[in-house]
């Protein structure tokens, strides 16, 4: 199972609105409603900001929200601040048992 | 408040075999199904294996398919990752994961909730 396709940087001003792609095919992104973010500081673990493609975890800022559309799901970050600069992976199930694929991570910059 | 914590991490040489752990506190472990995902040093996240509550399903990536066992003790709250044959390629932090129930009794859902720090698994001669 080949792994989802996500930008390797984007960048943003402090206030500013960032989206964050990820494109898989009907097999995974496409095919169901099981898509989750996650966002991991330098050292850290990943932390749940996103899953089944648009719910929050409670205790994540509602500036981060998520949306899908086709075979491309969408991680958006409202009102940047400098806490958000982080890599974010993307992760979809991928329809069989319990296989679940993850994007190569996209390091987000905060100008 | 929910913690994994990871151990038994270490350098090994390739065909080796080690054994990982996780300590899980804070929920009810037997509750939940569980998942190992590891990060290669600079590269992305990947899925390993995952098991049910009672230890009775258990699944893996191709890649670790006959040489990785996933087990649990739930009187222990605890989690296992044997790794046998062990390959450079299997060098990454290896993360302890919690997922969340699914929309029917006994299934798990497709992420995960809570992550443990990781242990650093490095093989090579």
């Known amino acids: 199972q080949s792994a989802l396709t996500q930008p390797r940087s984007v960048s943003g001003s402090p206030g500013q609105s960032v989206t964050i792609s990820c494109t898989g095919t009907?097999?995974?992104?496409?095919?169901?409603?099981?898509v989750s973010w996650y966002q991991q500081h330098p050292g850290k673990a990943p932390k749940l900001m996103i899953y089944d493609v648009s719910k929050r975890p409670s205790g994540v800022p509602d500036r981060f929200s998520g949306s899908k559309s086709g075979n491309t799901a969408s991680l958006t970050i409202s009102g940047l601040q400098a806490e958000d600069e982080a890599d974010y992976y993307c992760?979809?199930?991928?329809?069989?048992?319990?296989?679940?694929?993850f994007g190569g991570g996209t390091k987000l910059t905060v100008l | 408040e929910v913690q994994l914590v990871e151990s038994g991490g270490g350098l090994v040489q390739p065909g080796g075999s080690l054994r990982l752990s996780c300590a899980a506190s804070g929920f009810t472990f037997s509750s939940y199904w569980m998942s190992w995902v590891r990060q290669a040093p600079g590269k992305g996240l990947e899925w390993v294996a995952n098991?049910?509550?009672?230890?009775?399903?258990?699944y893996y990536v191709d890649s670790v398919k006959g040489r990785f066992t996933i087990s649990r003790d739930n009187a222990k709250n605890s989690l296992y990752l044997q790794m046998n044959s062990l390959r450079a390629e299997d060098t990454a932090v290896y993360y302890c994961a919690r997922v969340p129930p699914g929309d029917y009794y006994g299934s798990g859902s497709y992420y995960f909730d809570y992550w443990g720090q990781g242990t650093l698994v490095t093989v090579s001669s």
């Open positions: 009907s097999s995974d992104v496409g095919g169901y409603n099981y």
């Open positions: 992760c979809s199930y991928a329809g069989s048992y319990f296989l679940v694929v």
């Open positions: 098991i049910k509550q009672d230890g009775s399903e258990k």
